[in-house]
């Protein structure tokens, strides 16, 4: 095929955004026909029909058969090429796969082509000496330690039969039935039901009844089930419920001796030893989500101070992207997906997210010099590694795999973007409480 086959037009905004483009092209038909021709002289060399020899069918036949495909191939591969060329010529940035459609734009003799695509978005970052960012701060104390064990009893937690009325925390076995309009009603009823006094596992008018009742009793009460309750047929209502309390037990929390240190992982059972241990997990835990919180805090002040728009398309792929490892999640635990459905729109708001830093990063990494150093990569790797039996295993595993390394990179990457953000905003410490940070890392 001639180099003057593809001829290229013009670039120009597409209506609908203004990171579109179209290049109109057009195809000489001459010159497609004259490369139609030399693809089917190649496929007669090898192509096999009955009754042939390989090498031996006629041309004719190979055109009738083959004709279609060669054409097609000669047409995408030409203006391929024109899209390539030209898209280098003008130095864009192709976000995705463009989209070609017939045009009738073209002299006797040719046909014509757009090629509808998306282009990335130049970023000219804003100054961020002006934005504000708050940097949470907590130290570790002994009352942050003592909560900590608390939680860690409260995990291992036993029951023993009470005499005395039901109090917040204890465990009851009950049966229950419920009726509306004196009739039961499906999910309404359960036997030897476990359930926790003052746990929020029940509706509220259910769970008031908890608190106070002593085994063997019979209670009748109302329940009234609110507006927006998934089952429409008792959206609203108000039902009656019977409830059997069969027992009522106490829990029994662990005291925090020898034995309980032992099952912390502490061989010797020494009580301080565990402590000093949890104190040092503890600090790690802090110093993860508070550099999770500040990070995100970073991030947002990145996307409110340079509002970009970005490629539809890299939209939809990271959407897909999202929806994919969610389903292959739910799967591994155990759900049956096949015929479940995981919508890649569901995660279209959190898939512009990503794309808008991930953009947003690059640029200002590339701009202010911020790639990853390897001592600062060998640094995360070993935060990594410390918390396992074989640290130094552990080590070799992520250095022996580029895409594991390549995460350790990432994560370097960030951490830089977040001290020059931390370096040139305007930043106030507040402080946060252990039970705010704990209940959410963000």
């Given at each position: 095929?001639?180099?003057?086959?593809?001829a290229?037009?013009?670039t120009a905004?597409?209506?609908?955004?203004s990171?579109e483009?179209?290049?109109?092209?057009t195809?000489?038909?001459?010159?497609?026909?004259q490369?139609?021709?030399?693809?089917?002289?190649?496929?007669s060399?090898?192509v096999?029909m009955?009754?042939?020899r390989?090498?031996?069918?006629?041309?004719?036949?190979?055109?009738?058969?083959?004709?279609?495909?060669?054409?097609?191939?000669s047409?995408g591969?030409?203006?391929?090429?024109?899209?390539g060329?030209?898209?280098?010529a003008?130095?864009?940035?192709?976000?995705g796969?463009?989209?070609?459609?017939p045009?009738?734009?073209a002299?006797?003799?040719?046909?014509?082509?757009?090629?509808i695509f998306?282009?990335?978005?130049?970023?000219?970052l804003a100054?961020?000496?002006?934005?504000?960012?708050?940097k949470?701060?907590?130290?570790?104390?002994?009352?942050?330690v003592?909560?900590?064990?608390e939680?860690?009893?409260?995990?291992?937690?036993?029951?023993?039969?009470?005499?005395r009325?039901?109090?917040?925390?204890?465990?009851?076995?009950?049966?229950f039935?419920g009726t509306?309009?004196?009739?039961?009603?499906?999910?309404?009823k359960?036997?030897d039901?476990t359930?926790?006094?003052?746990?929020?596992?029940m509706?509220?008018?259910?769970?008031?009844?908890?608190?106070?009742?002593?085994?063997?009793?019979?209670?009748?009460?109302d329940?009234a089930f609110?507006?927006?309750?998934?089952a429409?047929e008792?959206?609203?209502?108000?039902?009656?419920f019977?409830?059997?309390?069969?027992?009522v037990?106490?829990?029994?929390?662990?005291e925090?001796?020898?034995e309980?240190?032992?099952?912390?992982?502490?061989?010797?059972?020494?009580?301080?030893k565990?402590?000093?241990?949890?104190?040092?997990?503890?600090e790690?835990?802090?110093?993860?989500?508070?550099q999770?919180r500040?990070k995100?805090?970073?991030?947002d002040a990145?996307?409110?101070?340079n509002?970009i728009e970005?490629?539809?398309a890299?939209i939809?792929?990271?959407?897909?992207?999202?929806?994919?490892?969610?389903?292959r999640?739910?799967?591994s635990r155990?759900?049956?997906m096949?015929n479940?459905?995981v919508?890649?729109?569901w995660?279209a708001?959190?898939?512009?997210?990503?794309?808008?830093?991930?953009?947003?990063?690059?640029?200002?990494?590339?701009s202010?010099?911020l790639?990853?150093?390897?001592?600062?990569?060998?640094?995360?790797?070993?935060?990594?590694?410390e918390?396992?039996?074989?640290?130094r295993?552990?080590?070799r595993?992520y250095y022996?795999?580029?895409?594991?390394?390549?995460?350790?990179?990432?994560?370097?990457?960030?951490?830089?973007?977040?001290?020059?953000?931390?370096?040139n905003?305007?930043?106030?410490?507040?402080?946060v409480s252990f039970?705010?940070?704990?209940?959410?890392?963000?």
């Amino acid at each position: 095929m001639t180099e003057n086959a593809v001829a290229t037009v013009e670039t120009a905004p597409a209506p609908t955004s203004s990171l579109e483009r179209r290049i109109d092209m057009t195809v000489v038909l001459a010159d497609i026909e004259q490369d139609v021709a030399k693809r089917l002289q190649q496929m007669s060399r090898t192509v096999k029909m009955a009754g042939f020899r390989p090498g031996k069918v006629p041309m004719k036949m190979i055109a009738q058969q083959y004709g279609s495909q060669a054409r097609s191939e000669s047409l995408g591969a030409a203006v391929e090429r024109a899209f390539g060329e030209q898209v280098r010529a003008q130095n864009l940035r192709v976000a995705g796969y463009p989209r070609i459609e017939p045009s009738a734009n073209a002299a006797d003799g040719q046909l014509g082509f757009s090629a509808i695509f998306e282009v990335y978005p130049s970023i000219q970052l804003a100054d961020v000496s002006s934005q504000a960012v708050e940097k949470a701060t907590l130290a570790v104390g002994e009352a942050e330690v003592a909560q900590t064990l608390e939680v860690l009893r409260k995990q291992r937690v036993s029951y023993a039969p009470a005499a005395r009325p039901s109090q917040k925390d204890d465990r009851l076995v009950i049966d229950f039935v419920g009726t509306k309009d004196g009739e039961e009603f499906a999910g309404g009823k359960a036997t030897d039901y476990t359930v926790m006094v003052g746990g929020g596992m029940m509706l509220p008018d259910f769970d008031a009844q908890l608190e106070g009742a002593s085994a063997g009793e019979v209670k009748k009460f109302d329940v009234a089930f609110p507006e927006d309750y998934q089952a429409k047929e008792l959206a609203g209502k108000t039902c009656q419920f019977e409830m059997t309390v069969k027992s009522v037990e106490a829990p029994l929390l662990p005291e925090l001796d020898a034995e309980f240190a032992k099952g912390l992982g502490v061989a010797d059972g020494d009580v301080d030893k565990m402590r000093a241990e949890v104190r040092t997990n503890l600090e790690r835990e802090v110093k993860k989500r508070l550099q999770s919180r500040i990070k995100n805090q970073v991030m947002d002040a990145l996307l409110a101070v340079n509002p970009i728009e970005v490629p539809k398309a890299l939209i939809e792929a990271e959407s897909q992207q999202m929806a994919e490892n969610a389903k292959r999640e739910m799967e591994s635990r155990g759900m049956a997906m096949k015929n479940i459905p995981v919508e890649p729109a569901w995660f279209a708001e959190q898939a512009t997210r990503r794309v808008k830093l991930g953009l947003l990063l690059a640029e200002v990494v590339k701009s202010k010099g911020l790639q990853a150093k390897p001592d600062q990569v060998r640094a995360i790797v070993d935060d990594f590694a410390e918390t396992f039996e074989d640290p130094r295993e552990v080590v070799r595993w992520y250095y022996s795999d580029p895409q594991r390394l390549g995460e350790a990179e990432a994560l370097a990457v960030e951490n830089n973007v977040v001290e020059w953000m931390l370096a040139n905003a305007q930043v106030t410490e507040k402080p946060v409480s252990f039970d705010e940070l704990m209940a959410n890392a963000n």
